[in-house]
């Protein structure tokens, strides 16, 4: 049964960092491009940033761009994404995402919130 967990949400201060950290069971992790999104109340889940399977390819909305870094452990089947000069805005619900045998499977989620 492929899973994924995430760890790491909380409150934060504006300019806090946070890091999320996503584990994965079921599937062959190192084989997949691994994901993170959010979902902010009343708006639709938006991706975050994107990384390739070996990690040497990642991709990063412009809004998190220069602030976020994603990455993976493939010994350990975990995708982190750091989240440093946290904005208000950046409050949301992160979910961990893998699109396996075309499929969208995702994580429970865990609550991001910036608020002082």
């Known amino acids: 049964q492929v899973q994924l967990v995430e760890r790491g949400g909380g409150l934060v201060q504006p300019g806090g960092s946070l890091r999320l950290s996503c584990v994965a069971s079921g599937f062959t992790f190192s084989r997949y491009s691994m994901s993170w999104y959010r979902q902010a109340p009343g708006k639709e889940r938006e991706l975050v940033a994107r990384?390739?399977?070996?990690?040497?390819?990642?991709t990063y909305a412009d809004s998190v761009k220069g602030r976020f870094t994603i990455s993976r452990d493939n010994a350990k089947n975990t995708v982190y994404l750091q989240m440093n000069s946290l904005k208000p805005e950046d409050t949301a619900v992160y979910f961990c995402?893998?699109?396996?045998?075309?499929?969208?499977?995702w994580g429970q989620g865990t609550q991001v919130t910036v608020s002082s």
């Open positions: 995402n893998v699109a396996y045998w075309g499929y969208d499977v």
């Open positions: 990384i390739s399977s070996a990690g040497g390819s990642t």
